[in-house]
């Protein structure tokens, strides 16, 4: 029994390797065949085993949406993940632009913090918001053409506001020595 069984398994990859043909004798009877006979039509072809591999996954990148004249737009001010100590809430936000922004072309910053957009109108790489809520905020810019188009995009970055009032003590206060 081992034996037939080694032979059978033995002889699956030559019969799956194999053409079939199918014809007809002079009887009538239908004959399938793995030698080919005068008249007689393939069916079955050796089959090549193919893979073709999932895309690979897109990370997002600071690439622009379309093709641009800008090669860079960095968010430099705050860092990701810092935490901004204010008690007003203010906040500076420094971008780098890479080269420098066609303003003559009606091209635009944009700063969106926590999905709300902020149009820079001056058209400075500085800019400073105020009366941000305490806790975490995110930071996205954008150079926008005038059709309002986006030519380029930064990376999106979170960062931390932390409103802690100034605590003075009074100067009559004990102290606790």
Known sequence: MKIRLALVVSLVPLIAAAEIYKSVDSEGNVVFSDQPTPGAKII????????????????????PAIASYYTALRIRKPAPGETVRDATG????????????????????????????????????????????????TLKAQITDAAGQVQYSSGSITFHMQRNPSVKEPANAPSGR
């Open 44 to 63: 079955l072809q050796e089959l090549t085993p193919t893979y073709a591999p999932p895309p690979l996954p897109q990370a997002e990148t600071n690439a």
């Open 90 to 137: 203010a906040l500076t936000i420094d971008l780098e632009v890479v080269p420098p922004l066609k303003i003559q072309e009606g091209h635009l910053l944009t700063v969106a913090v926590d999905g709300k957009n902020l149009t820079s109108h001056d058209n400075t790489t500085q800019l400073t918001i105020s009366n941000l809520a305490s806790g975490a905020h």
